[in-house]
């Protein structure tokens, strides 16, 4: 990449995946619940979901989706879904009687899913191929460059909002206030959903 594709890559990516949105809340959520270290396996899966996308994306799956347009809607559903299964967690972990620390982590898994099913992310790597594609070049190395560089772009922009989440809630950890939390952050989560579906 030359410097000025460079400078136009970053100026497409940055803002596009540090701006809020469903995954980068689910990611703050999570620093605020589990910190950094907590949250690093469900980053782990996360910057994994990017790359299969981009992978995806980059060798023709877009082409495949365009000839089905309905399963925009299956996968808007289904991320909305996963999203109120994730909320409903942080409900449970503040029903009383229980202890509001046993919150379940999100691993890697929940990682790749969340992205996997997350249009906003999906919406964002086609665009990204679709400009930055050299028709007169071979597929393979422009699809790995691109998927590189969206990954440091994904690793330096989500590590300000899990940090954000760790620093600015972290250091609230009594019962009472995790159960405060597991309430505002499952609030939080069924708002993302809504806005996912009616967006």
Excluded at 49 to 57: Q, S
Excluded at 129 to 155: C, E, H, S, Y
Aim: charged share 10%.
């Amino acid at each position: 990449m030359s410097p000025e594709l460079v400078a136009v890559f970053l100026g497409y990516a940055v803002p596009m995946v540090i701006s809020p949105g469903p995954g980068n809340t689910v990611l703050a959520l999570s620093g605020a619940r589990f910190g950094l270290k907590g949250t690093g396996p469900f980053w782990l899966g996360f910057e994994i979901g990017n790359v299969l996308l981009c992978l995806l994306y980059g060798l023709g799956f877009g082409a495949l989706l365009l000839q089905y347009p309905q399963s925009h809607k299956v996968m808007l559903w289904a991320g909305a879904a996963y999203v109120l299964y994730l909320a409903w967690g942080f409900f449970r972990s503040a029903a009383p009687g229980k202890k509001a620390q046993t919150v379940e982590r999100m691993g890697m898994v929940s990682g790749i899913v969340a992205v996997l099913l997350n249009v906003k992310i999906h919406s964002m790597v086609a665009v990204m191929f679709a400009q930055f594609l050299r028709p007169d070049r071979a597929l393979g190395p422009q699809v790995a460059v691109l998927t590189g560089a969206f990954l440091l772009v994904g690793i330096v922009c989500h590590f300000p909002w899990i940090y954000g989440g760790q620093v600015i809630l972290g250091r609230f950890t009594s019962d009472q206030s995790l159960r405060i939390q597991g309430f505002v952050f499952g609030g939080l989560m069924v708002a993302v959903a809504v806005y996912m579906v009616l967006g």
